[in-house]
């Protein structure tokens, strides 16, 4: 059970898209591996990042697409990170996965940045959150 715990934490909790892997994981299982509590300021966000920019609609659009990217890739590599249990193995498939999502991003026209600033504002904008989340159908 720790070495699964250990190995969720290294596979959610780290890399270029911690934020975004918070955020389909909080989406899914109702609370984000790395800790964090919704809401929660991130380190590298201004203090005023709740009164954020409005972000236009073809913004929302590839993020929304990126997302959903992002998130049918950490609901495939999950299972199979807490099913191993040779963490060199882990450590790679977390590794192939966190590739996956960056190239998911790019391919939906964002930058890594831009993904996790977006990301960051729906922890704290409902309506942002609403916007991207309510209707997943529409592409």
Not at 50 to 77: C, D, L, R, S, W
Request: net charge positive; aromatic share 4%; charged share 15%.
């Amino acid at each position: 059970m720790r070495l699964k715990h250990s190995l969720m934490t290294l596979t959610l909790g780290a890399g270029a898209l911690l934020l975004s892997a918070g955020t389909v994981w909080s989406a899914e299982y109702g609370t984000p591996p790395n800790g964090q509590q919704q809401g929660a300021q991130p380190q590298n966000m201004p203090p005023n990042a709740n009164q954020a920019p409005k972000i236009g609609p073809q913004t929302v659009q590839k993020f929304k697409q990126a997302y959903q990217k992002v998130g049918a890739i950490a609901k495939e590599y999950s299972p199979k990170i807490q099913d191993t249990r040779d963490r060199s193995k882990a450590q790679s498939l977390q590794k192939e996965a966190q590739n996956k999502m960056i190239n998911a991003v790019k391919d939906s026209g964002l930058s890594v940045t831009k993904y996790n600033q977006i990301a960051a504002m729906m922890q704290s904008d409902p309506s942002l959150r609403q916007q991207i989340m309510g209707n997943k159908g529409s592409s």
